[in-house]
């Protein structure tokens, strides 16, 4: 099982820019993505944007051209730069870890994925 913790939140004003970093541990595979998640209070869990071992990237619409997101597999840490910052960015962010590549853009999650704390990130407009 795969555990992360996620680290880098806070409060930022509009327009401004922030990086998220997930430290991850206990991968098996070669093959993974890993992903980064967002929820607000009475909302789904979405996907902001993945990464796999190849390399690929997918970011949901809303925060394409805004958003970053990158791998240091000697650190085993994940990021998500995230600029522009709206206040529909507001959300509590997690990462999680995915049993293969990108499939068709998503990253398919363990079914047994334990999902982190996550970070909080609080955009004022």
């Known amino acids: 099982q795969v555990h992360v913790e996620e680290s880098g939140g ?12 997930c430290v991850s541990s206990g991968h098996t595979r070669s093959n993974y993505c890993m992903g980064w998640f967002r929820q607000t209070p009475g909302k789904e869990r979405e996907g902001v944007a993945a990464i796999d071992s190849d390399g690929h990237t997918s970011y ?32 509590v962010y997690y990462c999680a870890a995915g049993r293969s590549v990108l499939q068709y853009g ?3 999650l363990y079914p047994n994925n334990l999902w982190g704390q996550g970070t909080q990130v609080t955009v004022s407009s």
Not at 15 to 20: A, C, E, F, Q, Y
Not at 65 to 78: A, C, E, M
């Open 106 to 108: 998503v990253c398919p």
């Open 60 to 91: 949901a619409e809303s925060v394409k051209g805004r958003f970053t997101i990158s791998h240091d597999n000697v650190k085993n840490t994940l990021y998500l730069q995230m600029n522009s910052l709206k206040a529909e960015d507001t959300a």
């Open 10 to 21: 806070g409060s930022v004003q509009s327009g401004g820019s922030l990086r998220l970093s």
